[in-house]
């Protein structure tokens, strides 16, 4: 029973503290009693020593306040010197008082106390009152009789030696008491030095027995320790302690390290072996047979069998190489997929299966052991590279424990690397014997050939006297071929020709157009301004030749207009290609197009799709995708905020007219709506007019060369359809496409139709625009705010455009500055800081409006300057030139002057925000 009971080390140490820890408390205990009664005492000693001395000083203070307010006041006169005498004769007796009941346990020092009380009271009424009442009465005389004598003094002398003698008696007492105090405390060290060595005896005595029952039993375990290493790796001993304490667990984990050890001993040595027969092992089978049959003697396996991965007619197979305990090779299936049986099933996972207590009843295992009932059955993938190149099958009647199985698990970690090498060795012999059976039917193919070119030898005396023959021909064919170059090079030289011929027509187009358009600018301006005849100094008939000028002006500058139309358009029309167009993939192309457009500007982008939409619907996708490309631009590019919605939804027959039925059966109508700036109702038509925007200003603040809508309406058109507009200035827009599904294109009848059925929408739009209000004076009142004392540098060598403009400008309270040409331009830039706005013409002397403008941004540093294009070309890339050389905007000449004020208020108006 005491065996069993476990005292560990732990418990033994424990029990031997709380033996000492009692002692100590006993001691404690005893010192603690000692201790608060010398404390006791030592505090009554010094409480009362400390009241005592305090009293009879207090006494003692009175009374010498008392005598030194007495001689005050005889000496002064003043009543305020009387207050301490009053208050200390008040106050002396109840200290005295006090101090007696102090005393009551000393009767000599009370006799002492009366003595001094008798004193005190024998000066108070002998000197201290008379001589205050003598004062107050002015009785000098009789105050000069007292201080002949001055017996009080004789008093306070008396008092003072009898206080110091009371004191003297005080501390002798207290010397003797703290003698006594001394005495117990003396004896209270001698006692505690005494338990402390008791206590240290009893400490070592339980030391001592503790060391030597840990100590006997750690030293049992250490000398079988040297023992196992002095037998050199004996690890089949183990450690027995009789002890049930610490070392008796420290024997067991002793001993459970000696059995891991000699564990790991037996796989690495197991390991070893197998290693060493398969080492120069050549061939899959041989190294398959020598495997299985050394993991079966080390896991006391029953059967096994060898699969290795093989390619064959494109499909992998895991095919049998190697079985145990079969002598004829029938054990098991032949081959595996991956994926069948447990082999296959093995392969896919790339993991160990093990199966244990396999049913009696359980016959047919898909495995490749055919029919068998083990007890237990492992399957291990060999990997190499990530890759199950080979599978081992294990079945034992008994069992595998876990050490046979963790031996299996760490022979398969590099054996897949032997596999692929000894196939990597195979497949070398295979293509090296391939190598030679191939050299071996060249050299007869190549007896073949020699015999062959005896035959071509002969065959090429005959070619060439053939070939001769055909130098001739040649020769005439290379006379021929020489004028047909020489044809194709007048061809060619008449092309080039007329490319050149095509190159001075637009140049001279566009010569034409500035020269004729420089003199217009100015006819259209002043023609204009008289006709406003805002002075009132014409007569009605010089206003009206005034109209009929500017109205010739504006038909010579139509007549511009279409001969630069002609030389834009003379390399044809347009073809329009009709085919399927999958409606379902819009949403996602224009999604993909504009959602980095949206997030840039953060705007929301919202698509909608109605669920009735036709999937193939027949249309030219491209210019289809222009249409909605261009709208949606348009949409984001002037929305700052709030959102942009596309909408594409099917018209239901009810919706369709007749002529649009006669058309087409499917219609769709593609909407694109915005939350930004609007077009005004007055604004409507002119948007989709080339080079237009809803303001003329908004060229430049937002981008564009106004061609965007025009080329939309004119694709519509062409696709069979329109475009409707719904906005308001500051409500955002709506543009809306409506077109038909054509599979066979636009015929002529169906054009006439679509026309129809346009005039018929837009009807409704012009009604709308007629009924605008004109705001023509609250724009000119505008205009007085937005232009007064604005500084504008016109840069122009036509006098006749800058008098039309400097007359113009003026008149709208701006102050003008004039340049002659851009070297002059840049000279009054540098000497006049205020500019607020340039006009500067492009065709100049010296130095034109492309190369001032280039200064201005570049060299001057001024990027912010409004700086506004004038020219009289306007072909395609002049404006492009313009814009890349630093203008902030673009207008071509003839001007017209509604415009000019509009971009004017624009840019003027931004730059003072």
């Known amino acids: 029973m005491l065996n069993r009971l476990k005292l560990g080390i732990r418990s033994k140490i424990t029990l031997g503290y709380i033996v000492i820890i009692l002692c100590l408390l006993a001691a404690i205990i005893i010192l603690n009693h000692q201790i608060t009664s010398l404390q006791e005492e030592r505090n009554y000693i010094i409480k009362y020593d400390a009241k005592v001395q305090e009293l009879t000083n207090n006494i003692e203070k009175y009374i010498l306040d008392m005598e030194s307010s007495q001689r005050a006041f005889i000496i002064t006169g003043e009543p305020s010197y ?215 003697q080390k896991t006391e396996a029953s059967l096994g069998a060898f699969y290795v991965r093989e390619e064959i007619e494109d499909q992998v197979l895991f095919v049998k190489k190697a079985t145990f305990a079969d002598g004829d090779d029938l054990l098991g299936i032949n081959s595996f997929k991956i994926g069948q049986g447990l082999i296959g099933q093995c392969a896919l996972e790339k993991r160990i299966l093990f199966y244990d207590n396999i049913p009696q009843n359980y016959r047919l295992i898909r495995t490749g052991l055919a029919e068998m009932r083990p007890q237990n059955i492992l399957l291990v993938p060999i990997i190499f590279e990530g890759e199950v190149i080979a599978v081992v099958e294990l079945a034992t009647m008994t069992s595998f424990n876990d050490l046979q199985q963790e031996l299996v698990k760490q022979v398969i970690e590099n054996f897949g690397l032997t596999i692929n090498s000894v196939l990597g060795r195979m497949e070398i012999v295979r293509l090296l014997n391939e190598s030679r059976a191939m050299t071996e039917e060249l050299q007869v193919q190549s007896e073949e050939l020699q015999t062959q070119s005896e035959e071509l030898q002969m065959q090429t005396e005959e070619l060439t006297i053939i070939n001769e023959q055909l130098e001739e021909r040649t020769k005439e064919a290379e006379s021929k071929s020489k004028e047909l170059e020489k044809a194709k090079k007048e061809l060619e030289e008449t092309a080039e020709q007329l490319i050149l011929n095509s190159n001075y027509k637009s140049e001279f187009l566009a010569n034409m157009s500035h020269e004729l358009r420089t003199p217009l600018n100015s006819i259209l301006i002043l023609s204009e301004m008289l006709a406003e005849n805002s002075h009132n100094n014409l007569t009605d008939e010089e206003a009206e030749f005034a109209k009929v000028i500017h109205s010739s002006g504006e038909d010579l500058l139509a007549l511009i207009n279409d001969i630069l139309d002609l030389s834009k358009v003379e390399a044809g029309k347009l073809d329009m290609i009709f085919n399927e167009v999958n409606m379902n993939e819009i949403p996602t192309q224009m999604e993909h197009t504009f959602a980095p457009v949206a997030i840039k500007k953060n705007l929301a982008f919202l698509i909608s799709k109605a669920n009735d939409v036709v999937d193939i619907f027949y249309t030219d996708e491209k210019r289809f995708h222009q249409i909605l490309k261009n709208l949606l631009s348009n949409a984001f590019k002037f929305t700052e905020s709030g959102s942009v919605t596309l909408t594409i939804q099917q018209l239901t027959q009810q919706q369709l007219t007749s002529n649009m039925q006669e058309v087409s059966a499917d219609w769709l109508e593609i909407t694109v709506s915005d939350t930004g700036i609007g077009i005004p109702k007055n604004k409507h038509q002119l948007i989709f007019e080339s080079f237009q925007q809803a303001d003329g200003a908004t060229v430049r603040k937002y981008g564009g060369t106004g061609l965007g809508l025009s080329i939309c309406k004119e694709f519509a058109k062409l696709l069979g359809g329109w475009i409707t507009l719904q906005s308001e200035e500051g409500q955002g827009s709506s543009f809306t496409l409506t077109i038909p599904s054509l599979p066979n294109g636009i015929e002529e009848e169906q054009c006439q139709k679509l026309a129809m059925n346009e005039v018929a929408v837009t009807v409704e739009e012009v009604a709308l625009i007629e009924e605008q209000p004109q705001e023509k004076e609250e724009v000119s009142q505008h205009e007085v705010e937005v232009f007064q004392g604005k500084n504008i540098l016109i840069v122009d060598d036509d006098h006749r455009n800058i008098y039309a403009l400097k007359t113009a400008l003026e008149k709208r309270g701006m102050n003008i500055l004039v340049a002659k040409d851009g070297l002059e331009s840049i000279e009054i830039m540098q000497a006049n800081h205020n500019v607020d706005l340039i006009l500067m013409d492009i065709m100049m002397p010296i130095m034109d409006g492309y190369e001032a403008m280039t200064i201005i941004r570049q060299q001057m540093k001024q990027t912010d300057l409004p700086i506004i294009a004038l020219t009289a070309k306007a072909m395609k890339n002049d404006r492009d030139k313009a814009l890349q050389a630093g203008a902030s905007d673009y207008i071509s000449k003839p001007l017209n002057l509604d415009q000019l004020l509009s971009v004017l208020r624009v840019w003027l108006v931004s730059k003072g925000s």
């Open 82 to 296: 009387l207050e301490p005498y009053d208050n200390a004769a008040k106050s002396w007796k109840t200290d005295f008082n006090d101090l007696y009941l102090q005393l009551k346990e000393k009767p000599t020092q009370r006799e002492k106390l009366k003595e001094i009380e008798e004193t005190i009271e024998h000066w108070i009424e002998t000197s201290g009152n008379p001589t205050i009442q003598f004062t107050k009465d002015n009785d000098t005389a009789a105050l000069n009789e007292f201080f002949k004598v001055d017996n009080g003094r004789q008093d306070i002398e008396k008092m003072r030696n009898l206080f110091e003698s009371f004191r003297s008696a005080e501390n002798n007492y207290t010397q003797a008491k703290a003698h006594q105090l001394d005495k117990k405390n003396s004896q209270l060290t001698s006692g505690l030095f005494g338990i402390l060595i008791v206590i240290s005896t009893i400490s070592i005595i339980i030391a001592n027995g503790i060391s030597q029952s840990i100590v006997k039993t750690i030293t049992e375990v250490m000398q079988t320790i040297q023992e196992i290493a002095v037998t050199k790796g004996n690890f089949k001993r183990r450690i027995h302690v009789k002890t049930n304490d610490e070392v008796n667990e420290l024997a067991d984990a002793t001993n459970l390290l000696l059995e891991s050890v000699e564990k790991r001993e037996w796989l690495q040595t197991n390991i070893a072996d197998i290693v060493k027969k398969y080492q120069g092992i050549s061939a899959i089978s041989g190294l398959a047979e020598t495997f299985l049959s050394e993991v079966a």
